[in-house]
Structures are given as C-alpha cells and as structure tokens.
T-cell receptor, first 112, second 115 residues
C-alpha cells in the first residue's frame, strides 16, 4: 500500500517570498499524484495533479509541482506567496483505482 | 451550482447516542467517500462507494456504517458514538474513482464532538 509523507507540518513564510512544500511517497510504481488545498473552514479543492508526461505540473493560483520519480517526490512550489495562500495543503497519491492516500498536511502561514 | 452538501456543519453529542451525518451531491457522480481529518494524521478514508448499493471499507471503518440507496446520497451513521470519534468529517464525490485520475469534490465538513 502507498503511503505519503509531508515533511513539514507547518511552514511560515513572509508575503512575496517563495515557498516549497515537500511531499514524498512510498512506491516508485506508476502513480497519479495530487495536491489539494484546504482554506480555513472549507473543504478541500484540487490544486493540481500529475498523471504522466512533463514532470513539471502547473496548477491554479500560481502553484506548480515537480514530479521526481527517482526520489519519489512531488514537491509543491510558488515563487511569490500572498496572504490569500494561507491554508493547509495536502499531498495525495493513488493507492489503487478506488482510493487516494493523503499525507498529514502542511499548514502554510503567510506573514505580512 | 455543482456541490457536495453535508449536514450538519457542527454537532455535539454524547457517548452512545446514534447519529447520522448526511451527504448529498448534485453532479451525478458514481463515486462517493467519507474521510475523517485529525491533527497530524491528515485525511483517512472511512468508507467509499463505487455506485448505488456498492460500498466498501476504507482505512478506518470501525464504529461507522454507510448506505448508498440512491446515487446522490451517502449518509454516515454512527450507531454508538464514542469520544475517539470526535473529529472533522468530510464527504467527497467524483465522477469515477479518484485513483484513476479523477478530481474529488469535497463538502464543507462536519465538526463532530462526542462527550
């Protein structure tokens, strides 16, 4: 079974600074990878997904993620964050066609 | 508007008192699922349903029941709630199973406290 590790439970950054949220998964077999975002008091929304092809995936709100098969990683990046990016971010990997396995979440806090 | 609707948003109950959290989607999705979210543990799947009358256990099904009598509804039932079921619950749906490249649509969540 797949497992997902998000290495940082909290990431504080200053506004307009770059940010990287780290995600590693357990298996190197072909998988689908996802990042979801949860804004305060809301459900999760899909930010981006990797299926195949280019290893750099672009998502909504200026986020992008890079798939690295050899390191089994799928880190999320944004070159310049805004206050509105304050949220919890979840990495997820397909464990089977029927389910996704989610990581523990990373709380991104943007300081003015 | 396409959405997943959960009710109630907040619920406080006492140990042993049966409760139901409702979930409804208006997108004609085949797949529906329940998750619980706990600090430091992320989202863990409780039950999922591939279609009407087809349900299966997720990673943490103990103490929960579900049913899928209609395509749009997927209620979560706690027959005898206990304090360790205090958590934030999310219902989600997708057109096809999410592990096959499908986007999951989430409800707004139900914060349950069991005293």
């Amino acid at each position: 079974a797949q497992s997902v590790t998000q290495l940082d439970s909290q990431v504080p950054v200053f506004e307009e600074a770059p940010v990287e949220l780290r995600c590693n998964y357990s298996s190197s077999v072909s998988v689908y990878l996802f990042w979801y975002v949860q804004y305060p008091n809301q459900g999760l929304q899909l930010l981006l997904k990797y299926l195949s092809g280019s290893t750099l995936v672009k998502g909504i709100n200026g986020f992008e993620a890079e798939f690295n098969k050899s390191q089994t990683s799928f880190h999320l990046r944004k070159p310049s964050v805004h206050i509105s990016d304050t949220a919890e971010y979840f990495c997820a990997v397909s464990d089977s066609p029927q389910k996704l396995v989610f990581g523990q979440g990373t709380r991104l806090t943007i300081n003015p | 508007e396409a959405q997943v609707t959960q009710n109630p948003r907040y619920l406080i109950t006492v140990t042993g008192k049966k409760l139901t959290v409702t979930c409804s989607q208006n997108m004609n999705h085949e797949y529906m699922s329940w998750y619980r979210q706990d600090p430091g543990l992320g989202l863990r799947q409780i039950y999922y349903s591939m279609n009407v009358e087809v349900t299966d256990k997720g990673d943490v099904p103990e103490g929960y029941k579900v049913s899928r009598k209609e395509k749009r509804n997927f209620p979560l039932i706690l027959e005898s709630p206990s304090p360790n079921q205090t958590s934030l619950y999310f219902c989600a749906s997708s057109l096809y199973p999410p592990g096959a490249n499908e986007k999951l649509f989430f409800g707004s969540g139900t914060q349950l406290s069991v005293l």
